[in-house]
């Protein structure tokens, strides 16, 4: 049972003007795997460093099963913690550095014994127990970290971009293996990372941070679905969401490029600039289409565009199209069967009802939610 | 501006003192670091203040005194250094010796170096031999590189007249140490046998770091091995060099025990040396004050302080417009 | 913890200190020597010999003796006396009279039995009333030949001057020169005054006693007429090749070696104290067995005020530290070699004049013919009492060392500038 | 083809022959000492360039025990390891503490101490044997020892300190959530991590203090206290220049240096250019 609460936490560095971490709240459940998503410097390392103790916390509240961890020193907060360069002790054998934690917190000798060769197996570590960190390889030796926290069990795991030194295949097994622990362990987990696949994969709730706040936190394709910004919307998916300057119309629509938009039914009108005022219109690419399926065909919009570029992937075929009267590049992700080619012009359905609109000026959205 | 707002909403204080005790905190979450600083840093500090720092200000303050035995000590204000300027021509003479050595020979030393890091990098037959030999005067102490020399220098039956002699150079011979013409350049020359294999050594590694694929493009391009010294190995271990021609700089700025033993700074000051005149001053001259060399060492320790922030800067401005 | 770790620091840096102050209790007297003459072995047994003489009187003396050679022992007891740490009894040359002004030393009038002890050694150490060191060796400037090389050159020297001309020296000179032979044997490599015997010899033959003494006090410029002839005329002899080529780095002890073993030499002009290097077995640095030793006396110079005049004066001597715990112990120390029978046995194993009163005709043994020849030699000798280095302080003293040792007589200023040097730092008049 | 074999061949010959002459040139001088430490005096002063005819190994015997060498082996012994100890301790605590915490006045204790490093020793000789005097450490071997940990602090500060700083923070980091206290992290991670340095350093620190001699001739004078260097000098005599003695005595010297180079060379080599490779 742990539940981790960040109230309103802040921090700041000596010296820096910046808040590194601004005013950041949300509440982890117990056996909760949460993911803390965004570029590199958005505050995502520092929370959770806060979290494991490495940092102070300039204010605000930590707390963990509802006692305040502000001023409780790291190894008193029963977290465990495992790091991107995996930190392994050189000069130690992968045994010594896993029992190592154990030995600190004094558990008697057969215990911890046992405790390291259960953890050993479970991750196929056995054979390698005698050797030192610069004998394995980089796949072990993030194993190796991993039993470090695991043998430890500890309330709260907390990771700290532990995939990013792997190589892609290493990284997607090592993936599911991830996935695999959490559902077996049942351990609150938090699990810090850029990549946004690893956040879709294995979250079950992602909390997403630009510039040292926090700027949505929900399920994966909830986030996906309905981003609370323009930088949640480009951050999550690939391609990210489309987004286009537009014009707010007289009545209830949008002009983009050459067409008329009617407003997705999930906009709250109150918040809609005056006519002819500014306004972002977003569209994911796999809401466009060549040729529209019969079912939303009552949904879609018309966009005439021109082809500057086609990448057939396999699976799908990419477009890159400028709407006419713009000149934004937008992609659109279209059956692999696609005949069209660079300077076709052709007219690309919109799927209106999952369009999304933001503030010009904030990127703030302004669907209702 | 939003993270101004944001921290008056948050109440973080921004108060300089609020600042200063977050820094007293230093990047330890929890616990005051400032204990465990002062711990570690604390030794070094004290061995510091007392043996470096305390006796840098000494010299300053004897440098305006008389000091003589049994504490009898005489304020004379800047006499010394009117004195210095004005009527020491040995000073000045060591000035010029020391400049001229620190000058040449860190060319040497490093030029002689580089060359035979070269011949190893040119993987030559017994180059593991080779660099044992050279290497291992660097391990030497002055004392016995001193005396070595002096007879290798002996007029009568010394090394460098036997090998002139045997050329039949009879006329060339030289009591090397023991005329103002030659006696420095000797100098200079033993001093630069023992730190040769030194530079070589840095050399060969600096060029071991090189990446390969650089020099084997310059291979493509057709450059021999001559342009490929020029044009590219030199210039990719400038950092190296400069290092080294720094080092070897500092290091003839201090040189003392080779011309204490092997001349004594004679003969007719030719090889007096800052370090051998203030030495003399201070423990070997029948005056018995120990504030004149302090003035010596004062003014020295503004003159290294001058050239080694010159140096600097110079070749940080080089790198700057290289780059 | 952290605290305890601290304070462990500060107390473990706190002992270094205080283990560096603890000075060793002594329940026993310990009377300390330092003395010059590591390497010469009769002049250590003849103090070795005192040193027990004391220690068999008291039962609770000690005398520890530390032999040095002569520079790192000035080396040592310059610092060692600054830090208060200095030894009760030292050596001293009569010349480092800085002892003296900078009160490091104590007065010996009361301590000592003068009675046996020659004035004019005595006065060697007379300074403000009060005599400050016990002198022990006494030298005079001796010019020592090889009768055979000199024979073979065709001169000969013998009573009652046993002196060449000023015309035949030189042209002695040349003609050894252009047989191969040095001259002259001398090396400066490591001493400061070797190289300024001969100049400084003639100066006090042609200047006489009292102008020499005005020369070396700062009274008389180097620029007067006759000390330019002598210059000039040392000038001469150095281009017509006096010196060994190895001159300016042959030391002390390898010049001995030169002049009577190899290569050779003509004149070797040295201390009195030649004998106490060369009166060894050969293989110990001392002369051949054979060795054909001659005395002469310096040139006579033309119009010399005084060519019977040589320097006399002592040399290694013994001074009680100013800050000595045991004053009557250093006193008793010196009164042992204060007799007769000191004197005597000083004569006849170190085989160099003392300041002590001793009876030279009393020597007997291999060596006895030497003391007869010197006392021939000096039988109309006048003396001046006192080296230049024994004037000359400071600057004055460092140019003495570097142009009137090496520079000059090594052939690398000439006569004039030389001078000039010479008065730029010493003369005051 | 065969032209341009023979071309490379002379050049190779060519090449070969400089670097032997340089060979001779450096390694000559050790030669020559080792065979002139096994004649005697006279054997060189008859011919300086001969092989020993027949070998005086009793030199050795008798230059060890006719001087005080055992003495100053000692002595430069007690001095330099004590030294070097307390070097590496001191020196990698300052290092550790300027590498891993941020305080203010962190880079400015790291300027100070580091730009000594440029400062030759005559400026504060005179001090520092006044200095010695006052804290009665004049002339003593404790007093060298601090002196040498002095000298050689900045050094030792300045290549731990760039070592030291390249340890990754993630070690640190692990070592706190396994709970370490400052002390442990300092003498468990820091030490056994930095230990390459940590070698280099010793070995530099102990070749430079083996071989020091200015503040050794300042700061001792007492014939139990001297350092072996002082120790070489004090051989050559004046009233003899005994060279075969002195010949056995430089080769004493030399032969422990040579002897260590020949088990530690890569070590050893690493040590002495530490720092100055960038």
Known sequence: MAVVTLERISKRYPGGDELAVDDVTFTVSDGEFMVLLGPSGCGKSTTLRMVAGLEAVSSGTLAIDGVVMNNVPAKDRDIAMVFQSYALYPHMTAKDNMAFGLKRRRMPTAERERRVAEVAEMLDLTPYLGRKPHALSGGQRQRVALGRAIVRDPKVFLFDEPLSNLDAALRVSTRNELIKLHQRLGATMIYVTHDQVEAMTMGTRICIMNKGRLVQVGPPLEVYRDPADTFVARFLGNPPMNLLEAAMLDGPAVHVGESTMPLPPRINPSRLPRAGGRITFGIRPEDLYEHPPADITGRTAPLPVRVTSVEPLGAETLLLVVPDSTEQEIVARVDRNSTARPGDRVVLGLDTSAAHLFDSDSGVTLDRH | ?323 | MRQTRSWIAAAALAGATLTGAAVPAQAERELTLWSHWADHETKVAFVEKAARELESRHADVTVKITWYQKNPLYAALQSALRAGQGPDIFYLDPDRTEYIDNGLLLALDDLVNWANVFGWARSAWQHDGKTWGFPLEASTVEWYYNRGLLAQLGYEVGPPHFQLSQADFRALVEKATSEGITPIVQGVGDRPYPGAYVTHELLLKKLGKDDYGKLLSGGLSFKDPRVLEVFGYVEDLVKAGAYPKSFSTLKLGESHYYFHTKPGGVVFPIGSWYTSRAFNPPDKGGQPDDFPLGMMNGPAMDDGACNACKTNNVAGSFVVNAATAHPELAGEFLNILATPEYGNLWLSTVLVQTGIKADTSKITGPYSDYFKTLEAVNENAEYFFGTPLQFFKGKCRETFEQVMNTGFPAGLVDAGTATDMMNDGCFTG | MRDILSARFLARTGLLAILALYTFYSAGPFLWIASMSLRTTSEISANAYALPETLHWEKYIEAWTGSNYGAYFWNSTIVVVSAVLALTIIGAMAAHCLARYRFPGNRVVLFVIFSTLIFPPQITIISLFQSLVEYQLYDTLLGLTLVYIAIQLPLTVYILEGFFARIPQDLYDAAKVDGYSHWEIFWKITMPVGMPAIATTVILNFINLWNEFLYAVVLITDESNRTLPLGVQKFMGDQLEDIGMISTGLMIAIVPVIVVYAFFSEKLIQGMTAGAVK
């Open chain 2, 1 to 323: 501006m939003t993270a101004i707002t944001a921290t008056s909403e948050n109440g973080v204080r921004t108060s300089a003192f609020a600042r200063l005790r977050e820094a007293l905190r230093g990047d330890d979450a929890l616990t005051t670091a400032w204990g465990a600083v002062i711990v570690f840093v604390t030794p070094a500090l004290l061995t510091y203040a007392a043996f470096t720092a305390y006796p840098v200000i000494r010299t300053f303050w004897n440098s305006v005194h008389i000091i003589r035995p049994g504490g009898r000590t005489e304020f004379v204000g800047l006499d010394h250094y009117v004195e210095l300027f004005s009527n020491d021509d040995i000073f000045f003479r060591a000035v010029s010796n020391t400049l001229t050595w620190a000058g040449v020979a860190p060319l040497i030393d490093v030029g002689v170096g580089l060359l035979l890091a070269l011949c190893l990098y040119a993987k030559v037959p017994f180059a593991r031999v080779f660099r044992v030999a050279w290497f291992t005067p660097v391990l030497i102490s002055y004392v016995v590189v001193a005396i070595l020399w002096m007879w290798i220098y002996n007029y009568d039956w010394g090394v460098a007249n036997m090998l002139l002699r045997s050329v039949g150079l009879q006329e060339w011979q030289q009591t090397w140490i023991g005329h103002p013409d030659t006696a420095l350049w000797s100098l200079i020359f033993a001093h630069a046998w023992k730190w040769a294999g030194f530079n070589m050594v840095v050399c060969l590694a600096a060029i071991h770091a090189l990446p390969r694929e650089v020099l084997e493009a310059a291979e493509l391009d057709n450059c021999g091995w001559f342009q490929k010294l020029i044009f590219i190995i030199v210039p990719m271990i400038r950092p190296t060099l400069v290092n080294l021609l720094i080092l070897a700089f500092i290091g003839k700025m201090r040189v003392f025990d080779l011309v204490w033993i092997m001349t004594g700074g004679g003969p007719m000051w030719s090889t007096e040396t800052v370090s051998t005149y203030v030495y003399k001053r201070a423990f070997e001259w029948n005056t018995f004050d120990l504030g004149y060399p302090s003035t010596v060492a004062a003014i020295w320790f503004i003159v290294v302080l001058c050239c080694v922030l010159g140096l600097t800067w110079l070749f940080r401005q080089r790198d700057r417009l290289e780059y």
